[in-house]
């Protein structure tokens, strides 16, 4: 079985720029996380999507930050007007539902703001 | 706001020894206590786990302690290992994952 994958794997952009970031979680999870972890940091929480409910998106740092989730699968994080404080990578994990269950993440977009 | 405090930042240790990585929370709606383990390049992937109404959990070298009273929790890695090398996580639940700063480990040969 597959796991969480996101592509690209590695994206330069130009300051400015919009850029999409986009997550396939695990066939069957109804939760799906997004996170950011800058360069030797810890994990910051981004948005989170629980099957049909609206999602949480209290950890978006500004509204050039947004994401969708079509059809309870796959999504898509965009970063609308790129700044060189976005750089870092971007985690996608997903879960069997909620809460206690184990995250599984993907191996991360490293994004570089020029 | 940082709810869940990781220490140390980086930790070295000969094969051979123990890792005892330590964190800390304050909010008491916290009610499940995973360890994630992240090698470079890599997503991070669940280690070990405890829940609060038990003291300790252990899983061959790796073992967690709970203190539900001074609200800290720790990670001990027993006979350490280069392979060991890696990024670790305590993280909290409530409705999410509260994630702690992350503590670097080298184990050296």
């Known amino acids: 079985g597959a796991g969480v994958s996101q592509s690209p794997s590695n994206k330069v952009t130009e300051k400015g720029k919009d850029v999409e970031l986009r997550c396939d979680p695990i066939?069957?999870?109804?939760?799906l996380y997004w996170y950011r972890q800058s360069l030797g940091q810890g994990l910051e929480f981004l948005i989170y999507f629980q099957g049909n409910s609206a999602p949480d998106k209290s950890g978006l740092p500004s509204d050039r930050f947004s994401a969708e989730r079509t059809g309870g699968s796959v999504s898509t994080l965009t970063i609308q007007r790129t700044q060189q404080e976005d750089s870092a990578v971007y985690l996608c994990?997903?879960?069997?539902?909620?809460?206690?269950?184990?995250?599984?993440f993907g191996p991360g977009t490293r994004l570089t703001v020029l | 706001q940082q709810q869940v405090k990781q220490s140390p930042q980086s930790l070295i240790v000969q094969k051979g020894g123990i890792s005892i990585i330590n964190c800390a929370y304050e909010?008491?709606?916290?009610?499940?206590f995973p360890w994630y383990q992240q090698f470079p390049g890599k997503g991070p992937a669940l280690l070990i786990a405890i829940r609060p109404d038990v003291s300790e959990k252990k899983e061959g070298r790796f073992t967690i302690s709970f203190n539900k009273s001074a609200k800290q929790f720790s990670l001990h890695i027993m006979d350490s290992q280069p392979g060991d090398s890696a990024t670790y996580f305590c993280?909290?639940?409530?409705?999410?994952?509260?994630f702690g700063e992350g503590t670097q480990l080298t184990v050296n040969p």
């Open positions: 994990a997903s879960s069997f539902q909620t809460g206690e269950d184990t995250q599984y």
């Open positions: 909010n008491t709606a916290f009610d499940y």
């Open positions: 066939s069957g999870h109804t939760a």
């Open positions: 993280a909290a639940v409530s409705s999410r994952l509260t």
